[in-house]
């Protein structure tokens, strides 16, 4: 599951593709935009900072931007800053200790596969991807579908 702050962390990048043009903005403009309160906001954006997604600037027109176009983050790459894995379990989280039942564990499979899958649709958006266009979303690669579609196609 993507934690508060990996959400936070994904809108936080949006906002500032859309309102960046280049410049820098203030953490306290995002933080009324997306209703995030200034503290916590320091905390996602110090994290972005230290793994070059954002610049940050003190000072007189300081504050923070994205590195680079919103093309060229993967949703992935963002979660993964947030979130450290995205793997569905702890046993495939890098650096875990190895478990002793991993030969004869029925559900690995089912637990790589899953985790096979997330990282391959996370690593397959981008930032480009969830900004929106109009009354529409991107969604896809290229494929614009109104919203409604979009909920309707993702119900469990």
């Given at each position: 599951m ?21 410049g820098?903005i ?66 495939l ?10 030969e ?13 899958v ?39």
């Amino acid at each position: 599951m993507i934690s508060t702050r990996g959400r936070y962390a994904l809108r936080v990048m949006a906002d500032m593709a859309e309102h960046g043009q280049g410049g820098y903005i203030r953490l306290d403009e995002i933080a009324l935009r997306q209703g995030i309160s200034e503290k916590y906001l320091e905390g996602i954006l110090a994290a972005l900072s230290r793994e070059g997604l954002l610049e940050g600037h003190r000072g007189k027109g300081g504050g923070y931007k994205l590195t680079r176009p919103p093309e060229a983050y993967k949703i992935g790459e963002i979660l993964r800053v947030t979130e450290g894995s995205l793997a569905p379990v702890a046993c495939l989280k890098e650096g875990a200790p190895a478990c002793a039942l991993r030969e004869k564990c029925r559900t690995l499979p089912l637990w790589e596969e899953l985790y096979g899958v997330i990282c391959e649709y996370f690593d397959g958006k981008t930032l480009a991807d969830i900004l929106p266009k109009g009354d529409e979303r991107r969604f896809g690669s290229g494929q614009a579908l109104p919203l409604q579609a979009i909920k309707r196609e993702h119900r469990p």
